[in-house]
């Protein structure tokens, strides 16, 4: 089973941009797609989007135009991005891997979770 | 986008109770549905995907049915690790989203 790592400053500035990376152990990340997700108070559990280790990718609308997510295979990383945050992107920030069920499946499911980045957005 | 609705929103029962949480679709999903399990200050656990396909290492004591818009978790003999919050998600479409929780909590 495949282990996922948060890492990332825990405090962002009103405006500013937030970046995380995810560390995956005991897997490669050229297999499998690699997404984020984000947990808070006041809207629950949030899907961001993720990224095949190619470079697809794909996004929640609602906060596409302020993502990028990037994928390192020689540091078997992927990276979250999230420009011009406000305190409505204050959560806890989990990374997550996801796989098809099967050659037919319409979209990738989610599988393993990291143990989620709590990242404040306070000046 | 597809909204998830849970119910109850929190339930109480026993240990060595049997209970179900039902999961309601804004429209039809097929069965792209996901239940996850979330303890307090843990990440959520991936517990079953295809609506009733159990992941690797989860007991089989969890069940899950359903197709469309109507889904079932059902959680056998229940035990003190079971009490947790429990999420449904829809990956049907773009945006994944997910359903509010249903808080379990011992009677």
């Known amino acids: 089973q495949v282990h996922l790592q948060e890492s990332g400053p825990g405090l962002v500035k009103p405006s500013e941009t937030l970046s995380l990376t995810c560390t995956v152990s005991g897997g490669s990340i050229s297999r499998s797609y690699w997404g984020w997700t984000r947990q808070s108070p006041g809207k629950g559990l949030e899907w961001i989007g993720y990224?095949?280790?190619?470079?697809?990718?794909k996004y929640n609308p609602s906060l596409q135009s302020r993502v990028t997510m990037s994928a390192d295979t020689s540091k078997n990383q992927f990276s979250l991005n999230l420009t011009s945050v406000t305190a409505a992107d204050t959560a806890v920030y989990y990374c997550?891997?996801?796989?098809?069920?099967?050659?037919?499946?319409?979209?990738?499911?989610?599988?393993?979770w990291g143990q989620g980045a709590l990242v404040t957005v306070s000046s | 986008d597809i909204q998830m609705t849970q119910s109850p929103s929190s339930l109480s029962a026993s240990v060595g109770d049997r209970v179900t949480i039902t999961c309601r679709a804004s429209?039809?999903?097929?069965?792209?549905l996901a239940w996850f399990q979330q303890k307090p200050g843990k990440a959520p656990k991936s517990l079953i995907y295809a609506a009733s396909t159990l992941q690797n290492g989860v007991p089989s004591k969890f069940s899950g049915s359903g197709s469309g818009t109507e889904f079932t978790l059902t959680i056998s003999s229940l035990q003190p690790e079971d009490f947790a919050t429990y999420y449904c998600?829809?990956?049907?479409?773009?945006?994944?989203?997910f359903g509010l929780g249903t808080k379990l909590e011992i009677k």
């Open positions: 990224i095949y280790y190619t470079g697809s990718t």
């Open positions: 429209q039809g999903i097929s069965n792209y």
């Open positions: 997550v891997r996801l796989t098809y069920s099967s050659g037919w499946a319409k979209l990738p499911h989610f599988d393993d």
């Open positions: 998600q829809q990956y049907d479409s773009y945006p994944y989203t």
